[in-house]
């Protein structure tokens, strides 16, 4: 079982929240690679069985638009079918962009196997266990 967790974070809240992703997937058994949004692209789908997709609240209510969203853009092609989890960081927003996002994902026909995990600024330890069982729930 192998397991891609792709983020992309500008002041580190979105990337705690990957690393503790990937460390339940981890626990859970699975090999686990981490990749920030430049080192990853629809290229590298086929080579893992779950994908963990993590961007924080940006522009206005979406994905950020320079790097993350053209290298997620590039992935959705490969979406069908395969298990995918979403979590992120926002501000002062009610979580508009990662629903926004959720249904683009069901609309190329990923298999959301959680709910996405969002938390406000930095991830408390709730929020962290929270990425957690969802690093988990990929395997
Ligand atoms: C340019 C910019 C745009 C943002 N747009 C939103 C937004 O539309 N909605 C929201 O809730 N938060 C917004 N935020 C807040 C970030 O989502 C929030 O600070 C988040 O914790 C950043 O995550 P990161 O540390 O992983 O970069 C924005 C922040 C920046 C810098």
Known sequence: MKIAVV?????????????????????????????????????????????????????????????????????EGKLSGKKIALFGSYGWGDGEWMRTWEETCQSKGANLVCDSVICQETPDEDALDACRKLGEALV
């Open 7 to 75: 983020y992309w974070s500008s002041t580190g809240n979105t990337e705690s929240m990957a690393q503790a992703v990937a460390e339940g997937a981890k626990k859970a058994g699975a090999e686990t690679e981490l990749f920030t949004a430049t080192e990853f692209g629809g290229d590298k789908m086929d080579g893992f069985d779950a994908v963990a997709f993590g961007c924080p609240a940006m522009g206005a209510e979406e994905l950020e638009d320079t790097e993350f969203a053209p290298m997620f853009e590039g992935c």
